[in-house]
């Protein structure tokens, strides 16, 4: 959306909405074995540390579940993706109200 002369208020909301649709991607309890890194979109892989990666829980968890096969690791994958799924349904919610009506 493209801003121009908004009100104080519309533009508070603009930013409450980002916020709130930021603040729907962390997770509490953490990621899988990484319980300090909370952000569920975005955070360094346990593969590679020195780049972030895109749902890393899910692609950990992916990961290690075709390089062992265990029941386990794949219910972690099912597990990731659920969550996966769940923060993006909030964030996408806390979107979709009209910020800025024609």
Do not use: C
């Not at 997770?27 to 955070?43: K, S």
């Amino acid at each position: 959306a493209v801003v121009s002369t908004q009100s104080t208020g519309e533009m508070r909301r603009f930013n409450d909405q980002m916020l709130q649709m930021e603040r729907s991607f962390i997770f509490a309890p953490g990621l899988p074995g990484r319980p300090q890194n909370r952000h569920v979109l975005i955070a360094p892989s346990i593969l590679n540390s020195y780049s972030g990666s895109l749902f890393p829980g899910l692609f950990d968890s992916l990961y290690l579940a075709q390089q062992s096969g265990s029941d386990e690791d794949w219910n972690q994958v099912e597990k990731q993706l659920t969550i996966a799924t769940w923060v993006t349904r909030a964030a996408a919610r806390a979107l979709s109200s009209d910020v800025f009506p024609n």
